[in-house]
């Protein structure tokens, strides 16, 4: 490498100025080559050294080392001992490279705060790499090691050296001053200061002392060796203590309890001091409550509104950078609900929402002790049911900086920083924010929540919240408990973390059924609590519960799993509930999610006729799923006994996504343009003229039914409807794309599917099985018996096709019966879903030609 040269063959501080930048910052400039055809002592002396020194490339090229005395260097740097002879320039060469290393031990300070203490001297001082190593590190023997008067370690430069210093690669600049940090090349070229600070002198001496007599020999008398563990603690004390504390902040702190909660959920939930199991107060009772209404007062109204103010605010690193203030936090403050509206917002909840997912106990839930990320989604939802205009705009408005805080909370979960009980909490408040983005009615927000949903159900699952079979024996806990106020309050905190739980494999069954993605819980691994009965759970206190318990309720409830479905000669479960038979039919269609991501086509948009019962027949772990889907029938209920809507509108949504491929109808009402629609009808028109496309008619047609004859009590699940939604695209464009000549039979008269109560024990599979998969045997079976005349007209209608009649009105193949049926299957979820998955309903308006109810910007 080729240097630049130099005047003088001497180096002094007055001279430092007058030197050239070299390649690099740190080079010690070698004179010029006419210099070496002088016989002098300094050249003689300059020429062995053929090449620059590595250490010297990286050296400032305008330091000077502290001036010290010799005496104060020896007591500082008690270390290296260099002949004076090395660095005389008139002196033997023969010494140049012979630098003796004194044997003894050395204690290091800081460069940085030697060079502020002391002058700066052109004599040289070089600092031993080996120092970085430790305190305690020696040398034995001398090592002779090249001497370099212009050699220099980073740990000596001062940090003001390396702004003062000339950069001789990069082109000069116009400022006048050059040691301006804030110069914008200067920061990004110049180290970190936290690089620097990195000295020996932030070591912290390790004093050993007598090892002898602190730690004396030991004797292992079992194996019959003798050893002694002085050599050990030599070894041990070798590491200094400050290196392991550094260490210790490469790394977060790691939280003391499991990581897993189940092993001991049940027993820290019981224990736990709070009287709901949502309340963050040491205990919790009604005494706010009034007779007309829940207890928001203007302090809690205060507490919500400041609690929106905090999320915010963005955090910057910069003392510099002020944070900047969203313009909308102003308004909101303004627009804020008052008290009396989130009073009126906190009862709809309870009356509308709460029941289909009832976790909360009531009887000792409290506004001023409930957490204030849960209690604000509780209020964000009733405003989204109470739907008025200034309601829902400042749902809109405010769900963004709600949603960060729930993502911020929820990663205090991930990393153990919270207890137990504030887990459920946060896993409660995010539950309710994924219910609350389909209460807005706004498409954009289920895909802002995409990876909350992702996030809570797996942590859930690593915390093993879906495998009860892990954690404690429930009854043994409940058992302990005396007949008291603490044991109903143990008891209900217990029962709401069961229900939660449910909540949760809920949510992970109709999310990913709305986004068409495979679910994230494993199906085959979990195992749940059934929850208990509601009357035990409404009781409004100890006394009245007791008095439920002696009546001939139980405390405890079944656990189940997903090969319970499985097993043919299963006896039906015990009372489950309707929260019980939910979640027993919600694992079911995870399942079936898992089966079709896992065997249908990738790609939405290919072509082919495919019938998801006949893919799943062919694999050794989905085939299985056409019995369990009909034993589900009797097994969770028996359903047709069942006064709760839901369940039952749920089983018919499962026989669907078996006997139709959903997906396949949206692209074909046109999800993904008019090209890709085209393919799909075509492919529903070939899927029409087969039975598995007349019994999903069928389960449909019981589906608007059920949906249009529910009571009042029985609120409209996220599961009813999707279930709605998918029946309206099945019979609709089953109607439009099947052949005219096929359902018009001789003498036969319409089908009516809707009024007519179906058999399901005479229809059993039909439409679920494929005649050239039967066995010889068993299909001369099916053939006596399907040539009986007694048969109903649904199955008859199933087996050979036919006009069907909904409502008493005949429907003939075509566009204007494909029509009315989407219309009233519209007018129907207006009525039952508001503002919840509206764009369902968009869809549906505009695929009947009635653009009253749809965005203009649609």
């Known amino acids: 490498m080729k240097c630049h040269a130099q005047k003088n063959s001497q180096l002094s501080p007055t001279s430092s100025s007058a030197r050239k930048n070299t390649f690099s910052k740190g080079v010690t400039p070698k004179p010029s080559q006419d210099s070496f055809d002088h016989k002098s002592p300094t050249a003689a ?83 031993s790499s080996s120092q970085n190593s430790g305190e305690a590190s020696t040398f034995e023997n001398s090592v002779p090691a090249p001497g370099n008067p212009g050699q220099l370690s980073k740990s000596e430069i001062h940090p003001n050296q390396f702004i003062n210093s000339h950069i001789g690669w990069l082109p000069p600049s116009d400022h006048a001053n050059q040691d301006n940090l804030y110069d914008p090349l200067q920061m990004w070229l110049l180290p970190s200061f936290e690089d620097l600070d ?58 003391g309890h499991n990581y897993r909660i189940m092993p001991v959920l049940w027993k820290e939930v019981a224990s736990s001091p709070t009287g709901n199991l949502f309340s963050g107060a040491a205990f919790a009772a009604d005494d706010f409550r009034t007779a007309s209404g829940w207890g928001i007062n203007n302090d809690c ?6 609690a929106f103010h905090l999320s915010a605010p963005l955090t910057l690193h910069s003392p510099q950078l002020q944070a900047v203030v969203d313009p909308a936090l102003c308004q909101v403050n303004e627009e804020f609900p008052p008290a009396e509206i989130l009073d009126i917002a906190l009862g709809l909840f309870f009356r509308r929402f709460h029941p289909t997912i009832p976790f909360i106990h009531i009887a000792t839930f409290s506004v001023q002790h409930t957490p204030t990320p849960m209690l604000s989604a509780i209020c964000l ?24 805080r729930v993502c911020n909370d929820l990663s205090a979960c991930a ?77 209900s905190r217990i029962e709401s973390a069961k229900r939660l739980i449910l909540g949760l494999l809920l949510a992970d069954s109709w999310y990913s059924n709305l986004l068409s993605k495979a679910p ?10 059934a929850p208990c009965s509601e009357s035990l759970f409404q009781a409004k206190s100890a006394t009245q519960w007791q008095s439920i318990l002696r009546s001939g309720e139980s405390q405890n409830a079944p656990s189940f799993r997903l090969e319970d479905l499985h097993q043919h000669d299963t006896e039906p479960i015990g009372k489950l509930g309707y929260l019980g038979r939910s979640s027993f039919l919600a694992l079911l269609q995870i399942q079936i ?17 495919f019938i998801p019962w006949h893919v799943y027949s062919g694999d050794a772990r989905a085939k299985t799923l056409i019995p369990a889907v009909l034993a589900a029938n009797y097994t969770a209920g028996p359903l047709w006994n069942v006064d709760d809507t839901s369940c039952v509108v749920l089983w018919h949504s499962l026989c669907i996504m078996l006997l139709a491929d959903l997906p396949m109808f949206e692209v074909a009402s046109g999800r993904h343009g008019a090209a890709p629609a085209t393919g799909a009808l075509e492919n529903i028109s070939q899927w029409s003229q087969s039975q598995s496309a007349r019994r999903a008619c069928v389960h449909a047609a019981q589906t608007f039914k059920l949906m249009s004859e529910r009571r009042v009590s029985d609120n409209a699940t996220i599961h009813s409807i999707k279930a709605l939604f998918a029946s309206a695209l099945v019979l609709g464009l089953y109607l439009f794309m099947v052949n005219p000549g096929s359902v018009s039979r001789q003498n036969a008269a319409p089908v009516e599917i809707i009024n007519s109560e179906p058999d399901w024990i005479e229809l059993q599979d039909l439409g679920f099985r ?27 209608f199933i087996k050979h096709g036919g006009t069907i009649s909904l409502n008493g009105v005949v429907h003939q193949a075509g566009y204007e019966s494909a029509r009315r049926v989407l219309l009233d299957f519209a007018n129907l979820m207006d009525g039952i879903s508001g503002r919840r998955l509206r764009t369902f309903t968009q869809v549906l308006h505009i695929m009947s030609d009635d653009l009253m109810n749809v965005d203009p910007l649609l």
């Open 520 to 529: 994230i819980i494993r199906s085959e691994s979990v195992c749940v609590f």
């Open 770 to 796: 494929d005649r050239t998969l039967l066995q010889p045997t068993e299909r001369g079976l099916r053939t006596n018996r399907e040539d009986e005349q007694s048969f109903s007209s649904i199955y008859q």
């Open 381 to 404: 939802i009733g405003l989204s049911i109470l739907g008025t205009t200034g309601a829902t705009r400042f749902v809109s408005s405010m769900f963004p900086r709600f949603l960060q």
């Open 45 to 127: 002396t300059n020429a062995a050294y053929t090449s620059i020194p590595l250490m010297q490339i990286l050296s400032p090229s305008d330091y000077f080392p502290p001036q010290e005395t010799e005496s104060h260097q020896q007591a500082r740097y008690a270390s290296i001992e260099v002949p004076k002879s090395n660095f005389d320039a008139a002196g033997n060469s023969s010494h140049a490279f012979n630098m003796q290393l004194s044997s003894a031990s050395w204690s290091v300070s800081s460069p940085v705060n030697s060079i502020n203490r002391y002058p700066q001297s052109p004599q040289l001082q070089k600092q």
């Open 301 to 306: 109204r205060v507490r919500l509104r400041d």
């Open 198 to 255: 990195q000295s020996p002198e932030n070591f912290q001496a390790y004093e050993s002392g007598d090892l002898q007599r602190q730690y004396p020999g030991q004797r292992d008398l079992a194996n019959g060796r003798i050893y002694d563990s002085l050599d050990t603690i030599r070894t041990i004390s070798k590491v200094p203590r400050e290196r392991f504390s550094r260490i210790q902040r490469c790394w977060g702190p790691r939280s």
């Open 415 to 491: 990393g153990c920083s919270v207890s137990l009980t504030q887990q459920l909490s946060i896993f409660a408040t995010a539950f309710l924010t994924l219910n609350l983005s389909v209460a807005t009615g706004d498409k954009a927000t289920l895909d802002e929540c995409q990876m909350l949903y992702a996030s809570l159900i797996s942590i859930a699952q690593q915390n093993g919240l879906f495998a009860a079979d892990d954690g404690q024996p429930l009854d043994t806990i409940l058992s302990e408990m005396t007949e008291s106020d603490d044991q109903w309050k143990s008891w």
């Open 593 to 609: 999610l898992e089966a079709y991501q896992r065997l249908m086509p990738s790609d939405q948009l290919a072509t082919g006729s």
